[in-house]
């Protein structure tokens, strides 16, 4: 195998990873958001399963959605998810190799 492809699947683990954050910005701006409400409160169960940076989130009062601190908050998320997303690709790989 040749570097590239060693590169090139644990990047596009990363690439779903950012997807994901994406999806869930785009839920948020779209959804009207009643976390008391079962069937809200399930996607976003199902998303911070995907996106374990999101948890990130819950402790940034300021960052409402639409707000310029909303996009610079997830922006970052979004990279430390693609980047989780990577390592782990990376390390299954690792291991793969090593059997």
């Given at each position: 195998?040749?570097?590239?492809?060693?590169?090139?699947?644990?990047?596009?683990?990363?690439?779903?990873?950012?997807?994901?954050?994406?999806?869930?910005?785009?839920?948020?701006?779209?959804?009207?958001?009643?976390?008391?409400?079962?069937?809200?409160?399930?996607?976003?169960?199902?998303?911070?399963?995907?996106c374990p940076p999101s948890l990130v989130s819950s402790r940034m009062i300021d960052a409402e959605v639409g707000t310029h601190a909303f996009y610079v908050l997830w922006t970052m998320i979004a990279i430390l998810n693609a980047a989780l997303y990577f390592l782990v690709a990376a390390m299954l790989r690792a291991v793969k190799r090593r059997a």
């Open positions: 195998m040749s570097a590239r492809t060693d590169f090139l699947k644990p990047f596009r683990f990363a690439t779903i990873g950012f997807s994901i954050t994406v999806l869930f910005v785009v839920y948020q701006l779209l959804a009207n958001l009643d976390l008391f409400s079962l069937r809200e409160f399930l996607p976003m169960i199902v998303f911070a399963i995907l």
